[in-house]
């Protein structure tokens, strides 16, 4: 029977002549941070591995926010993908965007204060994330979403959408609707690892009819 990828590995590559793959990492085991939320076996490429990967990956999602970064079971994310988040934006009611009250720590909390209710950053699972592309803060992405390189994506993606550009667009459905709908109510992404590792074969091929079979009662 194939064998899942080690869910609490650092490192879950291994090249066959044993070399680890050093620059991919489940975020899970690297992921130390309270607004981040990491689905199993999720992972990230970086050819330039940072010793923060959330900073790296969400250099703009302070602990303490009030918003989170959700990232799906079996997510891809490239090299250079950024996430951002909430947090990073300036207050606009006034007459500048300027942050005074940062430099200020009397005055901070007032700043603080202007920053509730933010919006989450919502990943679904099995999403593929390109090389270099910006999720803006709020963006929410169905299952199966794939992001072309260097796509600046917003608002909802549907599931199973390929999108690309900037701004963002639906360039096509990776299924059809029947398709889509079945795959979203399978959830195999959350089926426990046996029936998982039974279901590769189906999974990689695309065939949905076996894998509707492989689900477990």
Known sequence: MPRLPDAGARHPLVFPDGTVHT?????????DHPNWQVGRNAYA???DPPEDWA???APYLYAGASERLVIGPFCQIAHGARFITASASHPMEGLTTYPFSIFDRDAI???RGGFTGLPDTVIGPDCWIGHGAIILPGARLGPGVIVGAGAVVS???PPY???????ARILRRRFADAGIETLVALAWWDWPDEALAAAMPHLASGDLAALAREKPA
């Open 161 to 167: 959408a390929v999108v690309a550009g900037n701004p």
């Open 23 to 31: 620059r991919l990492v489940n975020l899970a085991a690297v992921i």
């Open 155 to 157: 608002g909802t993606v």
């Open 45 to 47: 490429n970086d050819f």
């Open 109 to 111: 909390a007032l700043y």
């Open 55 to 57: 900073a790296r990956l």
